[in-house]
């Protein structure tokens, strides 16, 4: 009987005490606001530098336009230089991430070069039926985009886009963010060229 008694004045004793609760209650809840917190600064990174490279793209769009070329380089290099220094270092200029597309018009920018011939009449290039096309962009193939690489000349259009793959700062939420921590940012913007060079 003493030692129930004991036992019950034990536990009633145990359960009043209060020490130790705020430590128990932090070791519950601090993982997930850690997992928040870094959560939160990652998205607020990509969305960072996705601002970034929009704003890189304007200012690089606005200096291509004018067809200026300076002394000892050319418009592709400058082109670079400003979305590097615009993006502050973040989005790393490698082959790949600045795509320059030149275009007769607006309407026509991400549309395949037009068939000339379509032999079973559907729609699509099929080089072995004998299917023709206009080579828009000169490369001598077909193509599902007909812009042609380059910068343009005056009064063409151009389409500049950025694709950029963002890594997370830690792997601790890299199977939730992207591809295993890998996300691909991409901007772009279409111009049209001002009357420059003989144009002027």
Same mark, same amino acid.
């Given at each position: ?15 009043a ?5 705020? #430590?128990?209650?932090?070791?519950f809840?601090?993982?997930?606001i850690?997992?928040?917190?870094? +959560? $939160?600064?990652?998205?607020? $990174?990509?969305?960072f ?14 200096? +291509?336009?004018? +067809? ?11 082109? #670079? ?34 068939l ?5 009449g ?8 004998g ?8 490369n ?9 690489? +380059? ?7 151009v389409?500049?886009?950025?694709n ?9 939420? #890299?199977?939730?963010i992207?591809?295993?921590g ?19």
């Amino acid at each position: 009987m003493n030692i129930d008694c004991g036992i019950r004045c034990f536990l009633r004793a145990l359960g009043a005490c209060r020490k130790g609760v705020t #430590a128990i209650e932090l070791a519950f809840t601090a993982p997930i606001i850690i997992f928040t917190l870094i +959560g $939160m600064i990652e998205l607020l $990174m990509i969305m960072f530098v996705n601002t970034l490279m929009e704003g890189a793209l304007r200012e690089a769009s606005r200096f +291509g336009i004018t +067809g200026y070329v300076p002394e000892g380089t050319d418009r592709e290099t400058m082109i #670079a230089d400003i979305i590097y220094d615009h993006t502050l270092g973040l989005v790393e200029i490698q082959p790949g991430t600045i795509q320059t597309l030149v275009y007769n018009n607006f309407d026509v920018i991400g549309d395949p070069e037009p068939l000339t011939v379509d032999v079973n009449g559907n729609g699509q290039y099929d080089a072995a039926d004998g299917d023709e096309f206009e080579d828009v962009n000169g490369n001598g193939t077909w193509d599902q985009d007909q812009g042609a690489d +380059g910068v343009g000349d005056a009064g063409e259009v151009v389409l500049y886009t950025v694709n950029h793959e963002w890594h997370t700062f830690t792997p601790l939420l #890299a199977h939730l963010i992207g591809d295993n921590g890998v996300v691909t940012l991409t901007a772009s913007v279409a111009v049209r060229n001002e009357p420059f060079g003989n144009d002027e």
